[in-house]
């Protein structure tokens, strides 16, 4: 069976860095493409970033580009969101999904069939 596990959140004050972690199991990762989404108390989820089953295509939110960026190590089957230069508008529960199907692009946000419980993020001084 398919499971995603995120890790790497946390309390960080603004300006500062955090790098999560998406480890897959029952599929190998860098096989799909896969998303990070967030959301916020309050708000509805939100798309941060994702990247294609070739790595040929990487998306980013207008809010995240220039400060997060994704990334993979298919050694580890672990897809990666580095964040810095974190905001306190950054602070949300972020999830990591992947399509059952293969994509050689971006999906769209209907498109994601199995996501992970969240990790924390807050940032705050």
């Known amino acids: 069976q398919v499971q995603l596990v995120e890790s790497g959140g946390g309390l960080v004050q603004p300006g500062g860095s955090l790098r999560l972690s998406c480890v897959g199991s029952g599929l190998t990762l860098d096989d799909y493409a896969l998303g990070w989404f967030r959301q916020a108390p309050g708000k509805k989820r939100e798309g941060v970033s994702c990247i294609s089953s070739t790595d040929r295509v990487t998306s980013y939110a207008d809010s995240a580009e220039g400060r997060f960026t994704i990334s993979r190590d298919k050694s580890k089957n672990t897809v990666y969101l580095q964040m810095n230069s974190l905001k306190p508008e950054d602070t949300a529960v972020y999830y990591c999904?992947?399509?059952?199907?293969?994509?050689?692009?971006?999906?769209?946000?209907?498109?994601?069939?199995?996501w992970g419980q969240g990790t924390q993020v807050t940032v705050s001084s």
């Open positions: 999904a992947t399509p059952r199907l293969k994509y050689g692009r971006c999906p769209s946000p209907d498109e994601y069939d199995y």
